[in-house]
């Protein structure tokens, strides 16, 4: 279905509204791991609140949104439901790439809805492309499309011969969508795979070239979108932990102060106390580096300055980071969490599956960034576009 059909003309809001959505992530958790996506009616609440247009340019309807309010925000929902958080944040800042794309492609997409939703799956291995007149003729199978069941549009990843990489915008009526997602974590993020059998044209101008993303190429009037879109799409799929890291916590301090059996044997314990105070540590130092880093970004653009490249390397390290960070977190209070959490359904149990499948993505791997950051910091130039 093409988003072009909804009725209701662009109107412009200045706030996403989540209070009264919050509990209702956490109580749609279970339903959405046995659906192995999010519940319709979650991604109606996410619609309900402004998020998915919080990054749509304001003259689209959208907001326009500071990054780290766009990532404090998905924090938010992460510690009710870290998948509702993977969904939302992904489907809604896909919108940030499209902003840099040529105008009639927003038009395409935003035009008469600025609530459209867009997956994605940036793996260029299975596309294949040939040119054609006006664009390229694509098809192949990507991987990982989150949220891709509740979407109308899919960006592609592929590499065009003589070029190299770029992302290629898909409607819903050129790809079918294959129910693989049988995972042991994030269940209910859906992430299934886009087929494209038959080669579909795309035109040029539903296209972005990977090195206009470097250069942060557009035509925007809004200083946001200078930001290099990788700073933007990289966190998205780290943030959610921070979040998901706090929920453990919480349960943990629930569970130490109301335990049936013998809570002081949690609260009495110095080792115990010990876990806490470092799991409590990690993720202070994990959302208090990723506001100083959007907020170090913002203000350069905002004064019509590039972004460094030494930091944008950096940044592009610590956001791969986040997951093995909050990893640890949670593994320091899962390891003494109790008999009670061994078991299927375990909340906290869950938040430690979901984490620790997060670190499958490949932007949470951060051995090659910390090899790229440490080049740089040696005299060497960045061996890494997508920064």
Not at 48 to 53: A, I, L, N
Not at 86 to 111: P, R, T
Not at 296 to 316: C, H, K, N, S, T
Request: overall charge negative; aromatic content about 8%; hydrophobic content about 40%.
């Amino acid at each position: 279905m093409s988003s072009n059909t909804a009725a209701a003309a662009p109107v412009a809001t200045n706030s996403v509204n989540m209070s009264p959505f919050l509990a209702n992530f956490a109580e749609r958790s279970q339903e959405g791991r046995e659906l192995r996506r999010l519940p319709d009616a979650s991604i109606n609440d996410l619609h309900e609140s402004g998020y998915f247009r919080a990054l749509v340019p304001a003259k689209l309807g959208g907001m326009e949104m500071p990054p780290k309010e766009f990532f404090q925000i998905q924090t938010e929902i992460a510690e009710y439901d870290m998948s509702s958080a993977w969904v939302g944040g992904i489907i809604a800042v896909h919108a940030f790439q499209i902003a840099l794309m040529d105008e009639q492609a927003q038009q395409d997409v935003y035009g008469n809805n600025p609530d459209a939703r867009v997956s994605s799956s940036y793996n260029p291995v299975g596309g294949k492309t040939e040119p054609a007149e006006g664009g390229l003729m694509l098809s192949g199978r990507w991987g990982w499309s989150s949220g891709s069941d509740h979407c109308e549009w899919v960006l592609l990843g592929a590499i065009v011969a003589g070029e190299g990489y770029r992302t290629f915008l898909v409607p819903r009526s050129d790809y079918e969508i294959e129910d693989t997602w049988n995972s042991m974590g994030l269940q209910a993020t859906g992430s299934n795979d886009i087929v494209i059998e038959q080669p579909v044209f795309v035109p040029d101008y539903r296209t972005h070239k990977q090195m206009d993303g470097f250069a942060c190429k557009n035509d925007q009037e809004s200083p946001l979108y200078n930001l290099p879109w990788a700073q933007a799409f990289i966190r998205v799929v780290s943030t959610p932990a921070i979040g998901a890291a706090k929920h453990a916590l919480r349960l943990f301090i629930e569970n130490a102060s109301t335990s049936s059996t013998d809570p002081t044997r949690l609260v009495g314990d110095p080792d115990v106390l010990r876990r806490v105070a470092e799991a409590e540590n990690l993720i202070d130092i994990a959302e208090t580096m990723m506001a100083r880093n959007f907020d170090a970004m913002q203000a350069l653009v905002e004064a019509g300055q590039e972004i460094p490249m030494a930091d944008r390397v950096r940044y592009r390290y610590q956001a791969a980071r986040v997951i093995d960070d909050m990893s640890r977190a949670v593994d320091l209070l899962f390891e003494v969490a109790g008999g009670r959490s061994v078991f299927v359904g375990s909340e906290i149990q869950n938040i430690w599956h979901d984490i620790h499948i997060a670190r499958a993505h490949v932007a949470n791997n951060p051995v090659g960034f910390a090899r790229n950051w440490g080049n740089i910091m040696l005299g060497g130039e960045s061996q890494d576009v997508f920064v």
